[in-house]
């Protein structure tokens, strides 16, 4: 269902409300005790001027009062900002919870054609906005609020003519305000859109910076970031000139308006028409309101922006996730048969084209063929990363799509080709698909994967801290590691994504041999560009253009007359010795 951006925010409050009304009546009552100082400022002036009471008897109660006024703003004033702060971060928490609980329900369709950076963006500076506008914006403009609608009413009880005189600029001030920052909104996002092109350039090239030095692009890339340095200069100068421009004729204003108040009082005075506590009383009330009121053009236009962020987080909140299934959670197990399977990614060209293939309980079957042949596509299909819609695939005899989605998943062992590793220690990293694995069971699948030994000469072994704050692992080790975490699993169905890629043909053969020695017990399917990866296969696959154009034993490949064969006679003479070394370390 879709939801419009302030239904979720409303929805988001409930459980700080209460303390959100508490932040807002915490104000009240300090802007009250503001506002009282000018009562007693009139009363003790007033009294004075009769000479009913003394100068000692007036002006300590008034001191004290007016200290004690003050203090108690400040304590209603902290209270204001204590509950907003809880109340506006409970709010956050919750929006930034469900929000990435969120994309992690999107489907990956969804992540292909998403830019990350302006994902992260949402969910960071977007939800910043929001929880400033919170905090501060909203009780903010409820003060200036209160300020006026409690002000207006004590000075109209004084006195009329006084009352104009005295607030005759600020709705003046007001409007100049809030047309300003109208005016001027461009400005501003011109600089935010400048500083995420820097933010992106500078991005880029801490990503690439292997690139950039083996290029030796560092010039050309320096010039980039200066342009762009320099635009954001610009923009930033432009945007400081306008606001200068800005706060100097809203201080006219402002000095305009506190002026007329003094001045008109005076008249009125020396006509007999105002008390002197009464003008006092006018300048104070005056005083204290109009720079609340000056700066509420630039909190109305930062509010602004929070409106433009709660609607592009709502954007991806509104993004289908994967469906909830109620489908129960049976294993899943037994042969994969595909029939007539065709699929496209969004937007693009066919990945699979009527493809029909079957591969048995426990088979071990290599998928062959060049890269964007569709083999990293069928394993994304049978894990339901995407769904389909021409052909069937069923899993044990039933189809894909009337199994369970988490089940299907939980069947699988996946080792990618640059598999992703978290920033935790290497155990964490092992036992993720299975976290009540015993220490024997960690070491049985680490020596499996053949790092066991790299591992034990880490400084902490399998405590040490993997990513930027710990080890940097090679390529060939990262995928070891995740080869001993797929087997630590012992899926139902294993899938090597071209896996061996980054190991040395030594390494691979005892992976292979590790492999071998669970034949039978789980289908395994290996992704392969080499064909020495092939291998250890009963069967292999020859994909092309998303079709399959061959399929057999290596023997029965060998001995047609086809894309099998052929590339066999030109890769089997280059890496003639390197494959006879690993088939016989296979073969042992
Ligand atoms: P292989 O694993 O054989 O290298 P893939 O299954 O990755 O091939 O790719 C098959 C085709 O689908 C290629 O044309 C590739 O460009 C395209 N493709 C793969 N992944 C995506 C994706 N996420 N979005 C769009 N197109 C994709």
Request: proline content about 2%.
């Amino acid at each position: 269902m879709q939801k419009s951006a302030k239904r979720t925010l409303w929805e988001l409050t409930a459980g700080q409300r209460t303390r959100y009304a508490a932040a807002i009546g915490a104000m009240a009552v300090g802007t009250v005790f503001l506002l009282l100082v000018a009562y007693v400022l009139q009363r003790a002036l007033d009294t004075l001027a009769t000479g009913e009471a003394s100068l000692a008897d007036t002006l300590i109660p008034a001191g004290v009062a007016i200290v004690a006024a003050h203090a108690l703003n400040g304590l209603f004033t902290y209270l204001r900002g204590r509950w907003a702060a809880q109340a506006s971060e409970g709010i956050v928490r919750q929006l930034r919870h469900r929000l990435y609980e969120h994309l992690e329900r999107l489907p990956c369709d969804y992540h292909d054609h998403v830019d990350t950076g302006d994902l992260v963006q949402r969910c960071s500076s977007d939800v910043e906005t929001v929880r400033v506008f919170l905090a501060s914006q909203v009780v903010e403009i409820a003060r200036v609020g209160l300020f006026v609608v409690v002000a207006i009413p004590i000075m109209l009880m004084q006195d009329l003519r006084m009352t104009l005189v005295s607030a005759c600029v600020l709705p003046v001030l007001v409007l100049f305000a809030v047309m300003f920052f109208r005016k001027v909104r461009s400005a501003f996002q011109d600089v935010d859109e400048a500083e995420g092109r820097l933010t992106t350039v500078l991005q880029e090239n801490l990503t690439g910076i292997r690139v950039v030095r083996a290029f030796g692009r560092q010039e050309f890339e320096m010039d980039k970031f200066l342009e762009r340095n320099g635009e954001f200069r610009d923009l930033e100068f432009r945007l400081f000139h306008i606001l200068a421009n800005f706060w100097t004729l809203s201080d006219v204003l402002v000095f305009l308006q506190i002026g007329l108040a003094l001045i008109g009082g005076a008249y009125f005075v020396m006509r007999g028409e105002l008390t002197i506590g009464q003008w006092v009383l006018f300048f104070w009330l005056v005083r204290t309101i109009i720079w609340p009121v000056r700066h509420i053009g630039r909190v109305l236009a930062d509010s602004g922006k929070a409106t433009v962020a709660i609607g592009r987080i709502q954007e991806v909140l509104n993004e289908d996730a994967e469906s909830e299934e109620d489908l129960p959670e049976m294993p899943v197990r037994g042969a994969i048969a595909v029939r007539n399977l065709s699929f496209a990614y969004r937007d693009c060209q066919t990945a699979l084209d009527k493809l029909s293939l079957t591969i048995n309980e426990g088979e071990t079957v290599a998928l062959l063929g060049p890269p964007g042949a569709g083999k990293s596509t069928l394993v994304n299909l049978l894990v339901r990363l995407y769904d389909y819609d021409e052909g069937t695939i069923h899993i044990g005899g039933r189809e894909l799509r009337s199994l369970n989605r988490d089940a299907v998943r939980d069947a699988f062992g996946m080792v990618l080709q640059d598999p992703f590793l978290y920033s935790r220690t290497v155990r964490e990293n092992v036992v993720i698909g299975k976290s009540t694995a015993a220490e024997h069971e960690v070491e049985e699948s680490a020596r499996a994967a053949d790092v066991h030994e790299n591992i034990v000469e880490f400084q902490d072994g399998y405590e040490t801290l993997v990513g930027e704050r710990g080890v940097t692992l090679s390529g060939g080790q990262r995928q070891r590691l995740a080869i001993a975490r797929a087997l630590l699993k012992q899926p139902t169905f294993l899938v090597l994504d071209d896996s061996l890629s980054a190991v040395d043909t030594k390494t691979e053969a005892q992976i292979l041999r590790a492999l071998a020695s669970r034949r039978g017990k789980q289908t395994t399917i290996l992704i392969a560009h080499r064909l020495s990866s092939t291998r250890p296969a009963d069967r292999i696959f020859v994909l092309d253009h998303g079709r399959l154009i061959q399929q057999g034993t290596h023997e029965e490949l060998l001995a047609a007359d086809g894309p099998y064969g052929r590339l066999w006679s030109i890769q089997g003479t280059l890496e003639d010795e390197i494959e006879r070394d690993l088939w016989g370390a296979v073969d042992a």
